[in-house]
């Protein structure tokens, strides 16, 4: 499993320079969709940041997911640790990056968390939009939650994809392993708001910049 496809804020040519002297922030999609949904959203996004959108390495219909089919909010472990590992394994094969922080929607929200969990001393600050934690114990649990990194988690109350288990479960998890600034957003549903991406940009501006 690898990451085959992604959407640059920067051309190629000017790379390795902006990864060297700016931060760098990871979007991912929810599922079945693709790179170029949370792409667009980068003109809303702090401006000092390099963005890269990944592709889901499974294809889902018209899409693509980050983990097979499931019970909602339980993705299998083994699938989102595979998930995981494609995702450091592409930012692995970078040149040497600043602080590096992470903003996925619904199952790429999930991502996000996977991400800090596996590698909580790689990622300076995460955003987590209408997704979720996963069940379990990690083995990188116990530093996560001494490190505890700033993670923003924005959703409405009523998002009517979302598992409410996934929610509660999330709701105990989050402040136990993260600095949490937790944002309700009524009548958003399971979508992103203009609003909300002004929170996030300010979010992103005081804890990656």
């Known amino acids: 499993m690898s990451i085959s496809h992604a959407v ?3 051309p190629e040519s000017e790379r390795e320079l902006a990864l060297a002297s700016r931060p760098l922030l990871v979007l991912m999609h929810g599922r079945g969709s693709n790179e170029q949904d949370l792409a667009s959203l980068v003109p809303l996004l702090p401006q000092e940041a390099v963005c890269v959108s990944l592709r889901a390495p499974l294809p889902l219909g018209d899409g693509f997911t980050w983990f097979p089919p499931a019970a909602p909010g339980l993705p299998d472990p083994r699938a989102a640790a595979e998930a995981t590992d494609a995702v450091l394994a592409f930012l692995d094969s970078l040149p040497p990056t600043g602080q590096v922080g992470l903003l996925g929607f619904s199952q790429g929200g999930a991502m996000v968390t996977q991400l800090l969990r596996f590698a909580p ?3 300076a600050a995460g ?3 209408s ?10 649990d116990a530093v996560l939650a ?20 996934a929610i509660a479960r ?3 998890w989050l402040p136990v392993h993260s600095t949490a600034v937790v944002r309700e957003y009524p009548g958003v549903g399971h979508s992103i708001s203009r609003e909300e991406l002004d929170d996030v940009s300010e979010f992103l501006g005081a804890s990656l910049l």
């Open 131 to 140: 997704g979720f934690s996963l069940a379990g114990e990690l083995p990188g």
């Open 146 to 165: 001494s490190l505890r990194p700033p993670v923003f988690w924005g959703r409405d109350v009523a998002d009517p994809v979302i598992a409410p288990d």
């Open 127 to 129: 955003v987590v939009l």
């Open 121 to 123: 001393e790689r990622f």
């Open 170 to 172: 999330t709701a105990a």
């Open 8 to 10: 640059w804020s920067v």
